[in-house]
């Protein structure tokens, strides 16, 4: 282990932020994208083809490893970070979004949440303890409260009640948790309150009162129009402590990512760019590119030959195109690995305009080059 959790801000430039972390396993540039690797692996990518992105930090899945393979199992064998042969720093989120996702298999009270097992069947239960002591066995380097994530559009009752049980989980996760941060490990506080300001606030007011290592908005991206999820991030951020990293969770699409960057966000997580890599669609600085369209079926061209990353110098679009079509794995694992470089590329971009002051021209020039596109195929 390296050094204890600690967050430098570096530079401010409007409200963009840029920063370092420096966790157990190692330091993180902010502002950073995560790559989910909920079961303990990035979909089809070793581990340094993840690093070769530019990847600091990787994101595990509290309710999943815990049913399996199991918390215990992976403590028995040296952590998380052994387990998964990643030795840099990992971020595990509690299973608040499974709170929601398998609204149909839970039952929600006070104490914390049942689940019937999406595996077979077996009732498990997560409380706001439990999710502490799962990522305690895992080995995270940052663990998240437990917390009622709701979907949108929701009535003000119910979003009222959803993010005032999430405060009082987070008491429980504070306590929960005390001792781990002499291991140098954090534990994050999720502002929610849906889309609600009144709500965001007393959410965001209590948790900063309570004392976190870092905050994250949690809620967001989970059907509301972007617009709607950018004012929340601009009119939350404000209302956390300065000191601390800001993490938007669950999002998003590049575009997102450098609105939220410019509204003082500094991590991000999105199944995104793996999810949409194994359907065939590459991110670039051309904007999107669905490989399964017929009319890249003749093209002899790389996705970006000014790449500095080989799978988008290398092959052709043509290949790509012949591999979503056939269903072929490595389709599949070139284009995750294509997206989530270019995850890496914008962030960098993003903490070298923030550098020298030129935020607001680095994302002028990025929205021009996607809404420029690509040239026509040959």
Request: aromatic share 6%; net charge neutral; proline share 6%.
């Amino acid at each position: 282990m390296t050094a204890p959790f600690s967050f430098t801000l570096y530079k401010i430039d409007g409200a963009a932020r840029r920063g370092e972390i420096v966790t157990p396993h190692g330091r993180v540039q902010t502002p950073a994208f995560m790559p989910v690797g909920t079961q303990a692996t990035v979909k089809g990518l070793t581990p340094e083809m993840v690093r070769a992105t530019g990847a600091e930090i990787v994101l595990g899945n509290t309710y999943h490893l815990m049913l399996r393979p199991g918390a215990e199992r992976i403590a028995a064998l040296g952590g998380l970070h052994a387990f998964m042969q990643w030795p840099w720093p990992i971020l595990t989120d509690s299973g608040g979004f499974q709170v929601m996702s398998l609204s149909a298999l839970r039952r929600l009270e006070e104490h914390g949440v049942v689940f019937r097992s999406h595996l077979d069947g077996a009732m498990v239960e997560l409380t706001p303890e439990r999710a502490i002591e799962v990522q305690a066995l895992l080995g995270a380097d940052i663990a998240m409260q437990l917390d009622e994530c709701i979907r949108l559009p929701a009535g003000a009752e119910e979003i009222g009640r959803a993010m005032r049980l999430s405060l009082r989980w987070a008491e429980r996760s504070k306590r929960a948790f005390e001792g781990q941060a002499q291991q140098g490990r954090a534990l994050f506080g999720i502002v929610q309150g849906g889309d609600n300001m009144g709500l965001r606030g007393e959410s965001a007011r209590a948790l900063t009162a309570m004392g976190f290592q870092g905050y994250a908005i949690g809620g967001l991206a989970v059907g509301e129009p972007q617009q709607v999820m950018l004012k929340i991030v601009a009119e939350t951020t404000p209302m956390l402590p300065p000191e601390n990293p800001r993490y938007l969770m669950g999002v998003g699409t590049p575009h997102d990512l450098l609105e939220a960057v410019g509204r003082g966000i500094d991590m991000f997580d999105c199944v995104l760019p793996t999810r949409n890599g194994r359907h065939g669609m590459a991110f670039t600085r051309f904007g999107a590119i669905n490989l399964a369209n017929a009319r890249h079926a003749h093209d002899p061209r790389p996705l970006d030959e000014q790449s500095p990353h080989e799978a988008a110098r290398r092959y052709s679009r043509a290949y790509l195109h012949h591999l979503v079509k056939a269903n072929e794995m490595l389709g599949a694992v070139l284009l995750s690995t294509v997206n989530l470089a270019y995850y890496q590329d914008l962030m960098a971009g993003m903490r070298a305009a923030i550098e020298r002051g030129r935020f607001d021209d680095f994302r002028a020039e990025t929205i021009e080059g996607w809404e420029r596109g690509d040239i026509p195929p040959l």
